[in-house]
């Protein structure tokens, strides 16, 4: 009993700890000199936003935003985050500063002390000391990084099979103090093993190793063994790492002070913090790190006992329940869906067979696969297969799979439960039921069947539209549409009704005109005047939109300026025809040429109607 | 009595669209001689003969049988006879004749697992683009035209007396019907051309266009490759789906697309 109780109080830290956000806040060191920063590290794990945290104002200290990381990490399918906030604290005075609770999104931390000594010296400077380098930092360039690789299962078996897929995490390591400025992704040595899903980006993390601290970069990724054999497993990966240099000499006066407590604790590259090291003088070095070779044995599987039906799953399987109709006819297709889940190799997991075997015909299955993790390791696949009933009868249906053990080391046998199913119908063959050309292959046919028929086949295998006879086919359609656009283009001028309205008009007002040139020849007076009036009703009638037969004298007068050629006209008009009145022949040529500037007048374009209107009266008076 | 094309124009357009689907599909019907030639093929198959089946499959072919089944089953048998690399190029060009037949798209994706071969899937409007054959889509762009073309003209001549709303709206589809054939066809042709297959078992994306270059990395029979227009004698400049680029040799690919020989 005694041992679960620490499992379950952390089971129960965990809990707690996924249900709010956490803050946890840092300062290092905990103690400077005037004139020196320290770093606060504040962390929020489980924060739904990344809005940097409220920092308490601190009399004689401030607080300058020097960066942000995030971390996302997928965990067996869980996902936790958290982003952190890096502040340089300076102090403007000396004296022991209390930094109270930082809060962030319903959380708060503990309170922070700091204390700050005049050891320094050194005026307080906001943008930090380039340069200001620790005198005696000391890295060990031998132990500054180092890959590892870790397996799940922590190496409790000394071997893999062939197929077997078994979760790693690659771990490189690269001590605090030193700039990671490139890293590839890490690769295995030589050709026995493969690596599956390997994660795009690594997880970050920090953590002390022999009181040393490190910054750990964690790829995950799935292992598999290719060949059998005795191999030995190493990653390799290459990475750009700037290490701080030992200050320059003539900067001696601004070195960091030794701490009171001892050289040790602040000679410790970790306390060069990121922003101390941006300012610092930093070698450049491409570094590659290997991790140390792991023995690692890679049986085959085992020949014997191995169940027909094996397609290469290797791991550990459990199938989940299934429905299917409890009455069928032979011949009628159906869908059955079963599940598979558990860990192992997913993609070598193939659709469980369908009990009692024999009885169906089955078809290539579609499947679904909902990943537990990162790597595919954990996965659920559900099977949609279609299946065909052969045989008549009440039946026991299931489904079983076949699949290696690699714990046990032997091959395993899993069934569903069975249910029971009355089949109606004649006894179909597997051949009648085999699917015709177009339908999916069989299941137990690795390739869909041979066409019977040559079939039909284009003349020339071109696509159509490269063929110049298709093409110039469409010009048919083309030439359609053209000869349409046009017609509509020549209907719209032809049958407008103003277009037919002012068409009629001219022609009455020529054929008027006309009649007025004949009469001035046969110097009639009467008819003169007559299509004189007619010509220029005709031209108002278009321009008032009204009968030309409806413009009286009275109408002229109303509407026309007074004295105008047209009222004159008119009035000329009238007066020969209702008064006797006999012009002078003489003047029939100007009256002739007063109507036509009339009519010009009045079918002036639109733009300039206006003006017209005011001119038409001020056209000068005949002698 | 003036004539009008108010209930011929429908009759008409469907006509057209179907004759032109037909048109599409049509071609010429196998032979007595062409189809004793495919039974004997496929008997060859079944007897586990590839070389023959092979042989047969391709004297048809080039005799312009080109139908997907001669392709199919010509990949099937370079299937059976461990050629993944041509059998994957043919499973490719069944498809393009029919690229609705489960059969074909089951076949390319078994060769495909069988040789490891990892395609990215296409995305959307590609496998839209895709649903058809290239001739199907002409076909409906082909009944789109025709369709404008003779709403155009009925409108035209005023022998159609459908509400305006009505021939608008025969328009627009009309006009869909033509132009998202137009754009499928540019989809596949942008995605289909330069493909080729790698179809021999030793080949190798080259630094420079000589036998004896640097290798930029090996090529397993059956992988996509695109092939680009810079020549330089026996090598083509291919460029792989990751972008990487590199010169391969004439005979150690196929182009997907099918020509008459």
């Known amino acids: 009993m005694r041992p679960l109780l620490p499992t379950f109080l952390l089971l129960a830290s965990v809990l707690v700890a996924q249900a709010a956000p956490q803050i946890e806040a840092q300062i290092q060191p905990s103690e400077i000199g005037l004139g020196e920063s320290a770093r606060l590290t504040v962390t929020l794990s489980g924060a739904t936003s990344k809005t940097p945290p409220e920092l308490p104002e601190v009399d004689g200290l401030s607080f300058q935003a020097a960066g942000q990381s995030s971390q996302i990490s997928i965990i067996n399918g869980k996902t936790s985050s958290s982003v952190g906030f890096t502040y340089r604290v300076t102090a403007e005075r000396t004296g022991e500063f209390e930094i109270p609770a930082i809060r962030a999104q319903n959380a708060q931390s503990k309170a922070l002390k700091l204390r700050v000594d005049a050891t320094g010296k050194v005026a307080p400077n906001p943008l930090g000391n380039p340069g200001t380098a620790p005198a005696d930092i000391d890295i060990d360039t031998e132990g500054l990084a180092f890959l590892k690789v870790e397996r799940a299962d922590n190496g409790e078996r000394d071997h893999l099979y062939v197929g077997e897929l078994t979760p790693i995490a690659i771990r490189a390591f690269f001590r605090e103090g030193t700039q990671v400025s490139q890293v590839t992704r890490p690769t295995l040595d030589g050709g026995a093993f493969t690596l599956h899903q390997l994660s795009e980006d690594p997880q970050q993390q920090s953590t002390t190793i022999d009181g040393k601290r490190y910054r750990v970069l964690t790829w995950f990724a799935g292992l598999s063994g290719v060949k059998a054999g005795d191999e030995k497993l190493a990653a390799t990966l290459n990475a750009t790492v700037g290490i701080p240099q030992a200050p320059n000499p003539r900067r001696a006066p601004q070195r960091r002070p030794r701490s009171p407590f001892g050289g040790s604790l602040f000679d410790d590259p970790f306390f060069d913090s990121a922003f101390d090291s941006f300012f610092q003088r930093m070698e450049q070095r491409q570094i590659s790190l290997s991790s140390e070779a792991m023995p690692l044995a890679i049986k085959s599987l085992p020949t014997e006992n191995r169940p027909a039906s094996f397609d290469g799953a290797v791991g550990q399987f459990k199938l989940g329940h299934f429905s299917v109709p409890t009455e069928l006819e032979t011949g009628s297709p159906i869908e059955l869906k079963v599940t598979v889940s558990g860990k192992g190799n997913f993609d070598r997991v193939t659709a469980p067979q369908i009990l009692p075997a024999g009885k169906w015909k089955t078809y290539t299955a579609k499947h679904r696969t909902e990943p537990g993790d990162t790597v595919g390791y954990k996965a659920s696949k559900t099977f949609t297969l279609p299946a065909i009933a052969l045989e008549p009868g009440d039946h026991e249906v299931g489904f079983s799979f076949d699949y290696f053990d690699p714990v046990s080391g032997s091959f395993e046998t899993i069934s569903t439960q069975t249910m029971p199913v009355a089949i109606s119908g004649a006894s179909i063959s597997a051949v009648e039921a085999a699917p015709q050309p177009g339908a999916a292959p069989a299941a137990s046919d690795a390739l869909a069947p041979l066409r019977d028929s040559a079939g039909r086949s284009p003349n020339d295998p071109a696509p159509l539209y490269t063929q110049s006879w298709f093409l110039a086919l469409q010009a048919i359609p083309a030439a359609a549409l053209i000869a349409a656009g046009v017609i509509s283009i020549f209907r719209r001028r032809h049958y407008d009704p103003i277009s037919v309205q002012h068409r009629a008009t001219r022609k009455a007002i020529d054929t008027h005109l006309k009649g007025l040139a004949v009469a001035r020849q046969s110097q009639d007076g009467s008819s003169f005047f007559a299509h004189a009036r007619r010509a220029l009703q005709h031209q108002l009638a278009e321009e008032w939109n009204c009968h030309a037969e409806a413009i009286t004298n009275e109408d002229i007068s109303q509407r026309l300026p007074k004295g105008s050629d047209v009222a004159r006209v008119f009035a000329m008009a009238d007066a020969v025809e209702f008064s006797g009145v006999r012009p002078d022949p003489d003047s029939y040529g100007e009256w002739q040429d007063r109507v036509e500037t009339a009519l010009a007048a009045i079918d002036a374009p639109q733009a300039t109607k206006s003006e017209q209107k005011q001119t038409w009266g001020e056209v000068p008076q005949p002698a | ?261």
């Open chain 2, 1 to 261: 009595m003036k004539f009008k094309l108010t209930c011929i124009l429908p009759v008409a357009i469907m006509a057209v669209a179907a004759l032109s689907y037909h048109l599409a599909a049509l071609g010429k019907q196998a032979s007595a001689e062409s189809e004793n030639a495919f039974a004997s093929a496929k008997r060859a198959v079944e007897e586990e003969n590839y070389a023959d089946a092979i042989d047969g499959y391709s004297s048809l072919i080039e005799s312009g049988q080109h139908s997907a089944a001669s392709y199919h089953n010509l990949a099937v048998a370079h299937h059976r006879s461990g050629d993944l690399g041509r059998a994957i190029l043919n499973y490719e060009r069944a498809a393009k004749l029919d690229p609705r037949a489960s059969d074909i798209r089951a076949n390319l994706e078994r060769a495909r697992k069988d040789s490891a071969i990892l395609e990215a899937p296409a995305p959307g409007y590609e496998r839209m683009a895709n649903s058809l054959s290239p001739n199907a889509w002409s076909a409906i762009a082909a009944s789109g035209l025709f369709a404008l073309g003779l709403i155009a003209v009925g409108r035209a001549m005023r022998l159609l007396d459908w509400p305006s709303r009505a021939i608008r709206a025969s328009a627009t589809i009309a006009v869909a019907a033509v132009t998202l054939p137009a754009a499928a066809l540019a989809v596949q042709h942008r995605a289909s051309e330069g493909r080729a297959i790698v179809t021999s078992a030793d080949t190798s994306l080259r630094v420079s266009p000589f036998d004896l270059a640097k290798t930029v990395t090996g090529l397993k029979p059956g992988k996509a490759i695109h092939i680009l227009p810079e020549k330089h004698g026996d090598f083509h400049l291919a460029q792989l789906e990751s972008g990487q680029k590199g010169w391969v040799k004439a005979s150690e690919f196929e182009n997907t697309n099918i020509t008459a020989k």
